[in-house]
């Protein structure tokens, strides 16, 4: 007699809202701090080659001390979002996997993923390797030699960006999708042009990052680089990818 069946109850609850990209990075830094730390080692051990490649290239064109932080922001960058495809595709695997927060085996399914992804990674190290060589050869014509117009600077700088950006998205549509490499290419320069306001903050967060470790000692510097920093910039990048994606999706 106490119970009025014909009232509406509180029925069901709406999803949760998705949390901002910073408290959800943090979230996933605090839960997965010990895997991002073994992450970021073998992301330095993989990468060896790539590291010893650019101290060489900054030893050979000098930098002036106004730009040698530049050029630290660069390489870090470099490193990080782009690295050496064929093994950096599962570096960024599993920091998919992190951001979906998703359970991942880590270097089971680091292996994995290289194993499944191997032919467009190293297709991918290619366009890479002929675009790292276009690049080194401009900066000396254009930055070291001082040859050309502010213009054709400009252009250089954009088109590093354009790439680094294009490389926020391309690991995460080759390990979620199945395209052609072409239509790989292509998809990864469409959202680093179609979200270029929001890529650039995402890419500004990533050189914040940088700018933070960089403002400790010598000392700290060369730990945090190589125990947390690129695996806190890969973490942050594939959080932001995997939302603009999802968003993509949506709007299609």
């Given at each position: 007699m106490f119970y009025h069946f014909d009232r509406p109850g509180k029925g069901v609850a709406k999803e949760e809202k998705k949390k901002n990209l910073f408290l959800a990075f943090m979230d996933i830094v605090f839960s997965k701090f010990r895997g991002l730390f073994v992450l970021n080692l073998l992301q330095v051990a993989i990468t060896l080659p790539l590291i010893a490649l650019l101290a060489v290239f900054y030893r050979e064109i000098q930098p002036a001390d106004g730009l040698v932080f530049v050029y630290y922001m660069a390489a870090i960058l470099y490193i990080a979002v782009i690295g050496i495809p064929p093994l950096s595709v599962g570096i960024h695997y599993v920091l998919a996997q992190y951001a979906g927060m998703t359970p991942v085996f880590l270097f089971h399914d680091f292996a994995k993923a290289v194993r499944e992804n191997i032919r467009q990674s190293m297709a991918l190290f290619a366009v890479d390797c002929v675009i790292g060589y276009m690049l080194v050869v401009n900066v000396?014509?254009?930055?070291?030699?001082?040859?050309?117009?502010?213009?054709?600077?400009?252009?250089?700088?954009?088109?590093?960006?354009?790439?680094?950006?294009?490389?926020?998205?391309?690991?995460?549509l080759m390990i979620r999708y199945r395209l052609t490499f072409g239509k790989l290419i292509q998809k990864s320069l469409f959202l680093a042009v179609l979200n270029l306001p929001q890529n650039l903050l995402a890419l500004g967060v990533c050189c914040l990052l940088i700018g933070l470790v960089f403002t400790q000692n010598i000392v700290l510097i060369y730990l945090l680089c190589g125990t947390f920093l690129l695996s806190l910039i890969g973490l942050y990048v594939n959080l932001y990818a995997a939302r603009v994606i999802e968003k993509y999706e949506i709007d299609q």
């Open positions: 000396r014509f254009y930055f070291v030699h001082q040859l050309g117009g502010s213009g054709f600077k400009m252009m250089i700088v954009a088109f590093l960006l354009i790439d680094i950006m294009a490389h926020f998205f391309l690991y995460q």
